[in-house]
């Protein structure tokens, strides 16, 4: 079965940096699409960035121009720098392939001072 495992996540002061992994397994196809989403305490779960297999990416606003995706096959990464107290959620990976979509479990990213 595929299965999703992000890493990377923790706590960290205000305009520091953090960089999530996500690593995919059970499965010999690549991803059409990679993602990340997060979820903050009593939101719901947004759009932060996306990367397809042409390497054209997608942003959300409100963390242009400070987080970076990237992709290497099947494992994908999320570089956050400049990170702000409203960054704070737990951030899923999600890959979409062959027409499914699956999710990692979530990693809780903390910035705080």
């Known amino acids: 079965q595929v299965q999703l495992v992000e890493s990377g996540g923790g706590l960290v002061q205000p305009g520091g940096s953090l960089r999530l992994s996500c690593k995919t397994s059970?499965?010999?196809?690549?991803?059409?699409?990679m993602g990340w989403y997060r979820q903050a305490p009593g939101k719901q779960r947004d759009l932060v960035a996306t990367?397809?297999?042409?390497?054209r990416t997608t942003y959300a606003d409100s963390v242009k121009g400070r987080f970076t995706i990237s992709r290497d096959g099947n494992t994908v990464w999320l570089q956050m720098d400049s990170l702000k107290p409203e960054d704070t959620a737990v951030y899923f990976c999600?890959?979409?392939?062959?027409?499914?979509?699956?999710w990692g479990q979530g990693t809780q990213v903390t910035v705080s001072s």
């Open positions: 059970g499965t010999v196809f690549r991803a059409d699409a």
């Open positions: 999600n890959a979409n392939i062959a027409l499914v979509a699956y």
């Open positions: 990367i397809v297999s042409g390497a």
